[in-house]
């Protein structure tokens, strides 16, 4: 199922917002409910979680939420450009060893698909504990030329997934970015124009 099939099967009058590795539902649950006009897509690989992120929106009678059992790397690359208003991706697994770093979802590759899909002013949600992440995740950003960082409070829902109870106590790091506006510069940013430039910068981090 496309981000393309799901809007056009459930009608909303506000935006589309997605969230890549819903867990067990949480977050979304709770951040749906407090924006009814908003559809809410969650991705996640696991299909046990995905039958209790389905269960808690049902529970709830949220008819806002549609929970996707497939990848995000697949999924991401058929959204339709400039569709989507918000991408909250919460601790994603950091594979803290150096050697398995390659798998982390936050790379260039992925990132370059997030910013398409994005609308210009789309926003782009990032938490983890693990620091190093966090710069990765900037160094990205910063690099990629589409996005400019911006000083927002992360929505106060993201602090009620399980996994940030867990790291209650721990420092967690959040990351806003804002997809730029044809007429900011950078705005304009090509895919394919930056791969070359981008590659450089992910084997760098």
Not at 82 to 108: I, Q
Not at 191 to 205: K, L, N, P
Request: charged share 30%; hydrophobic share 40%; net charge neutral.
């Amino acid at each position: 199922m496309t981000l393309g099939e799901i809007v056009r099967d459930y009608p909303h009058s506000g935006g589309v917002e997605v969230e890549i590795g819903c867990g067990n539902g949480h977050f979304i649950a709770e951040y749906a409910a407090h924006r009814l006009d908003t559809l809410l897509v969650g991705l996640e690989i696991k299909d046990k979680r995905c039958r209790k992120a389905r269960e808690k929106a049902e529970r709830h009678g949220l008819g806002n939420v549609v929970i996707v059992h497939e990848s995000a790397e697949g999924f991401i690359r058929d959204i339709e450009a400039g569709t989507v208003d918000a991408f909250h991706l919460y601790f994603p697994d950091p594979w803290p060893k150096s050697r398995h770093r390659k798998r982390r979802f936050f790379a260039m590759d992925n990132l370059r698909w997030l910013h398409d899909g994005l609308r210009p002013g789309g926003r782009l949600w990032f938490a983890t504990d693990y620091f190093d992440y966090y710069v990765q995740a900037k160094v990205l950003v910063l690099a990629h030329g589409g996005f400019r960082l911006a000083d927002l409070a992360a929505p106060w829902e993201a602090c009620t997934s399980i996994y940030s109870r867990r790291f209650a106590g721990s420092r967690i790091h959040f990351l806003a970015a804002v997809r730029r506006s044809a007429d900011e510069p950078g705005g304009e940013v090509q895919h394919q124009e930056q791969v070359d430039r981008d590659r450089e910068a992910d084997q760098g981090c």
